[in-house]
């Protein structure tokens, strides 16, 4: 599992019903396949054309495994890039590199066959060694490469390669449906010369080779990046020829170019534009559920925030439901708890504290945090309620930016100051996680398949200088459910296990959490049979169709 923050931030877990992030217009589109077969059948030809989109973020480098947080770079590996399996969308697990998989000795032993047919980019044969490379390269504590990366590679007790074809992984201890653990993409053993370190700054994060549809041609002196078919792919060359990433870093710009025809792809449209896309009537907009939710952390080291109650009035002293219609156009969920609604983790039981100023002041006064003096701030024990909000600033975060200032506004009519503390997001990463220099955090989750939070809420884990319980939470009983959710087997016991979680974190407030956001790409209607991945965007690229009329 890795994790993620804020602009880019991803702990992956959550699992879904994949059909349910597609919306309407994505289950259209699986159902249009079957008419897109028979033209083919016809004679029409599928292979050509050009993809262009556009990435407000550069890439932060093209090696798969050092990009733990740009989701620039995450789409970039998911077409240059494969792993062993993927997840597909009804959120089952296939294969793609492996042809197929068995699990023994109750679920400590799972061995991958590999397919056979399966070339790099440079024409080099891929074999299990290239598998063991990678584990090896993750693991390896030279590598470049975040903690939360290795997590749930690290109950992996031994790595056989068995042939050229197969591959055997034993764990220390029973695990849950092993092969999920196994959607990290695969380098190629070859090109590091035997040594299993990874590096943003190696030539390979510059001129990648991977096994994917797409393989990398060039970065432009505009920081555009081409990527061409591969057209020796053990499953046939993708549909579209050629697929162009324009860097464009003004959100406004991005969706003018998409208006004009200058792009054909927004992968995330801002919801205020989403009416205006949909009316030209020139693009379809595909919503998805990224299984993502935003918070505001608090440092439970500041002997203020570590107060329960505190946590809970800051919670109930927002209108979360009136912020996210406003800068949100509507386009969520408010929640709960520390997962998606989309994710079987989420607990429907437990409903999100309502918004009451009055019972938030109340619960204040009740815990003897009172303005003595007349300032109109709160003190507790002679300590005024003065916090420092950081915030990361980065292209796409204009939202987040004014749910801060609702924040502070919000805060202030309980008798709460709150400084906005505005962060490059490099250096806002490194004053919360390294330096642990923060009251108040606005972040992002991001998950994927796991469900798995105890990187976020364990106390002995992932703890600051570089850990994601960088706000330093500690429960006992927290830590016990999380222990048991890493030796447990049977899902519908884990699935118990986390409603059980969600309900007690529901009420500590360690974050208060804030929504899960409807997302929607917009994409030209040119192009066909376009299903994205919920958290791997281009997951299905080899299935997407530009008609030969249609193409530049």
Known sequence: ?????????????????????????????????????????????????????????????????????????????????????????????????????????????????????????????????????????????????????????????????????????????????????????????????????????????????????????????????????????????????????????????????????????????????????????????????????????YNNNNPILKIKEVRQAFTMGMDRNKMLEDIYFGKGEVISGPFSPASWGYNPDVAPWPYDASKAKALLDKVGIKDTDGDGIREYKGMPLKFKLKIPIYSGNEGGLSVCLRFQNYLKTLGVSVELQHREYEKWKEEVKSKHDFDIVFAEWLFDNSSDISSLFYSTKNQPPSGDNFISYKNPKVDSLLQKFSTTINHEVRRRINYELHEILAEECPYTFLWTLEKNAAIENKVKKAVVHPYRFFTFINDWFIPEDERD
Not at 173 to 199: D, M, Q, Y
Request: with cysteine; glycine share 8%; proline share 5%.
């Open 1 to 297: 599992m890795t994790g993620r923050i804020a602009k880019n931030t991803v702990l992956r877990m959550g699992t879904m019903s994949y059909f349910k992030t597609l919306g309407l217009v994505g289950m259209a589109l699986l159902c249009g396949s079957t008419a897109l077969a028979v033209a083919a059948g016809k004679g029409e030809n599928l292979k050509g054309g050009r993809l262009i989109y556009a990435e407000p973020i550069l890439p932060d480098t093209y090696d798969p495994i050092t990009t733990s947080d740009n989701e620039t770079s995450l789409r970039l590996s998911e077409l240059l890039f494969e792993s062993l399996v993927y997840i597909d969308y009804r959120g089952e697990v296939k294969g793609r590199l492996a042809e197929k998989w068995n699990v023994f000795n109750g679920n400590q032993r799972i061995t991958f066959y590999l397919r056979k047919d399966v070339k790099w980019h440079d024409g080099v044969p891929f074999t299990a060694n290239d598998v063991k490379f990678t584990y090896d390269a993750i693991m390896n504590p030279l590598s470049d490469v975040r903690p939360e990366s290795r997590q749930a590679l690290e109950v992996i007790k031994s790595v056989s390669v068995l042939g050229d074809y197969v591959v055997k992984f034993d764990f220390a201890t029973s695990v849950a449906e092993p092969e999920r653990r196994f959607l990290f993409k695969i380098v190629p053993e070859h090109l590091f010369g035997g040594k299993p370190v990874l590096s943003k700054f190696s030539k390979f994060s510059k001129n990648p080779i991977g096994t994917g549809y797409y393989k990398f041609d060039r970065e432009t002196k505009n920081h555009d990046v081409i990527l061409t078919a591969f057209t020796d792919h053990y499953g046939g060359p993708p549909n579209i020829g050629e697929i162009k990433m324009v860097y464009q870093p003004e959100m406004s710009l991005l969706v003018q170019s998409l208006l004009l025809n200058a792009i054909d792809l927004v992968v995330e449209v801002p919801p205020g534009k989403i009416a205006e896309i949909a009316n030209t009537g020139k693009f379809m907009i595909i919503p998805y559920n990224s299984l993502a939710f935003a918070f505001f952390g």
